[in-house]
C-alpha cells in the first residue's frame, strides 16, 4: 500500500473577517480533533466533507511550521476525534475563495466557536506579498488564541476578552 503523506512548511495568516465573503460559495463542513498538544506541537484528526486526515504538526516559529498530512478513512478520523480527543475538537464551514490570483480559506466557526469567523491565506514565504480582499480585518497571525489547536481548549464563547 502506498502511504498518502504530504511534508511541507506551512506558513500561513490568520484575519479576523468582515461581512459575508462566502454567500454565494459552497463550504465544506470540517470536525477536528485534538489527539495531542504539547510543547507547541499538535496531532490533529480532521474530517472535512467525505475526506479523513491525521496531521502533525511542529511548532510554529514566525508565521511557520512543519506540518506532516496524512489521508485515512473518514469513519477512522471521526472515530479518532470521537474516542480520543477528549472533547478537544471544532466543527466549522469552510469556503474557499479565490482573490487576485490567491485562495483564501475562510472559515466560519460552530458550537462552543459560534460567532468566530477567520480567514486565512497560504504563502510560499514569509515574505510573499498579496493583495487583501476590503473583507479582512485584523491580522491574528501572531494571536495563538484564535488556532484551531487553542478554540478546542478554551472555545471562543467562554472568552471574556479578546487573548493575545
Known amino acids: 500500500m502506498e502511504k498518502q503523506k504530504t511534508r511541507s512548511i506551512e506558513i ?3 484575519y479576523l ?3 459575508e465573503p462566502w ?4 463550504g465544506v463542513a470540517y470536525k477536528q480533533g485534538y489527539v495531542s498538544l504539547w510543547g507547541g506541537v499538535s496531532v490533529r484528526a480532521r474530517v472535512a466533507g467525505e475526506t479523513g486526515f491525521l496531521t502533525i504538526k511542529g511548532k510554529t516559529t514566525g508565521i511557520s511550521r512543519v506540518e506532516f498530512e496524512y489521508k485515512i478513512p473518514a469513519d477512522e478520523a471521526a472515530e479518532i ?7 478537544r475538537f471544532v466543527e466549522k464551514t469552510r469556503y474557499k475563495i479565490e482573490f487576485e490570483g490567491m485562495v483564501w480559506e475562510v472559515d466560519i466557526f460552530h458550537g462552543r466557536n459560534e460567532g468566530l469567523v477567520t480567514a486565512e491565506i497560504e504563502l510560499e514565504s ?8 476590503d473583507w479582512v480585518g485584523d491580522d ?10 487553542s478554540l478546542s481548549r478554551y472555545p471562543y464563547t467562554e472568552w471574556e476578552t479578546t487573548p493575545s
Open 23 to 26: 454567500q454565494g460559495h459552497t
Open 126 to 133: 514569509e515574505d510573499q506579498e498579496y493583495a487583501v480582499p
Open 140 to 149: 491574528v497571525s501572531d494571536q495563538s488564541s484564535y488556532s484551531s489547536s
Open 81 to 87: 476525534i470521537n474516542t480520543m480527543c477528549e472533547g
Open 12 to 14: 500561513e495568516r490568520k
Open 17 to 19: 473577517v468582515k461581512g
